[in-house]
């Protein structure tokens, strides 16, 4: 089993709708949650991170995260289409300084 | 932009040449990381450094040897550059928790 798991996609939204991107980890006891945004070309952008249970909102992004299940999400409102990109999820192990990332799912949003 | 850059951003070599990788921070972050990323595999860690002259192993370090003389300053060398190394390489710091990463550099080993 993969550490970080990711549906590797393409993932089509219709424009103005709420997209959702998942991610499972199989480490337990891991603390710290983040989602990164990746253009075709481009180096990964940090958009949202998470460490405890529950909700976090930053704008149209919400970050969900339930530990109990071992389940991180990323819901983005009124999708746009500069919102097309991969996103990658990223957990740090425990007991570890490092990151470890899902294989990204590639989200299109059509206008 | 956290303050990274990297260098080259392009580079073209050939099988069995030394390839060093510069990554150039400006914050003074203890933290600083090396990945490469290839289709079907994402990003992979080969090392990472946790202050001046202390560096440890990723999971994909065979072929690779870092350096850290400087806070600042993050070398990552292909002692002898085969073609399985031709990827995109990223570095990153390290901000509490959080990871940033510089623009990357594209190698490719002909």
């Known amino acids: 089993q993969k550490e970080v798991e990711q549906n590797s996609g393409p993932l089509s939204v219709p424009e103005g709708a709420i997209a959702s991107l998942n991610c499972t980890y199989s480490d337990r006891g891991s603390q710290s949650f983040f989602w990164y945004r990746q253009y075709s070309g481009k180096s990964p952008e940090l958009i949202m991170f998470?460490?405890?249970?529950g909700d976090k909102e930053d704008g149209r992004f919400t970050a969900q995260l339930n530990k109990a299940s071992q389940y991180v999400s990323l819901l983005i409102r009124d999708s746009q289409p500069s919102d097309s990109a991969t996103y990658l999820c990223a957990v740090l192990i425990q007991g570890a300084q490092k990151l470890v990332f899902g294989q990204g799912t590639r989200l299109t949003i059509n206008p | 932009d956290a303050g990274i850059t990297q260098s080259p951003r392009h580079k073209v070599t050939e099988t069995g040449t030394p390839v060093t990788l510069r990554c150039h921070q400006t914050?003074?972050?203890?933290?600083m990381y090396w990945y490469r990323q290839d289709p079907g595999h994402g990003l992979r860690l080969i090392h990472y450094s946790y202050g001046v002259k202390d560096t440890d192993k990723g999971e994909v370090s065979d072929g690779y040897s870092v350096s850290r003389s400087k806070t600042e300053d993050f070398l990552l060398t292909l002692e002898s550059a085969t073609s399985s190394q031709t990827s995109v390489y990223f570095c990153?710091?390290?901000?509490?928790?959080?990871?940033?990463f510089g623009p990357g550099t594209r190698l490719t080993v002909t």
């Open positions: 914050e003074n972050h203890r933290y």
């Open positions: 990153a710091i390290r901000d509490f928790y959080e990871q940033y």
């Open positions: 998470i460490y405890s249970n």
